[in-house]
C-alpha cells in the first residue's frame, strides 16, 4: 500500500472540495480507510473511516451530515466529499490504510499514511 492525498485547497466558508486518497500499488481494496486530520497547534482526530467494501462507515460528529466518504474499489480510491464547509474544518488532512477490513477510530490501527493535504477555509 502506498497513498496519496489530493484535493486540498483554500475555500470559502460554505464551499466543497473533494478530497482523493490513491493508493498508487492497487493493494488496499481489501483495507479499511480513513480520513484524519490535524490543526495547528491541535492534536490528529479522525474524520471519517470506511470498511473494505463501503458498507460500514463512521464520520466524527462535528462533520456528520456535510462529509461523505466513499470508495471506488476499481480505482484504488477513497473520496471525502466536503460540503457546507466550515473555518474550523481548516487542517492538514491524512489518509490511512489499515491491515484489517473493518473501520476503526483509533489511529493505532493504521499501518500505511498518507502525505497530508492542505484544506483551508476562509470566512
Known amino acids: 500500500v502506498q497513498l496519496q492525498a489530493y484535493g486540498g485547497g483554500l475555500v470559502q466558508a460554505g464551499d466543497s472540495l473533494r478530497l482523493s486518497c490513491v493508493d498508487s500499488r492497487r493493494t488496499f481494496s481489501n483495507n479499511g480507510v480513513a480520513w484524519f486530520r490535524q490543526a495547528q497547534g491541535k492534536e490528529r482526530e479522525i474524520v471519517s473511516a470506511i470498511n473494505w467494501n463501503g458498507g460500514d462507515t463512521f464520520y466524527t460528529d462535528s462533520v456528520k451530515g456535510r462529509f461523505t466518504i466513499s470508495r471506488d474499489r476499481s480505482r484504488s480510491t477513497v473520496y471525502l466529499q466536503m460540503d457546507s464547509l466550515k473555518p474550523e474544518d481548516t487542517a492538514v488532512y491524512f489518509c490511512?490504510?489499515?491491515?484489517?477490513?473493518?473501520?476503526?477510530?483509533?489511529?493505532?490501527?493504521?499501518?500505511?499514511w498518507g502525505q497530508g493535504t492542505q484544506v483551508t477555509v476562509s470566512s
Open positions: 490511512a490504510a489499515s491491515r484489517g477490513s473493518s473501520i476503526s477510530t483509533r489511529s493505532a490501527t493504521y499501518n500505511y
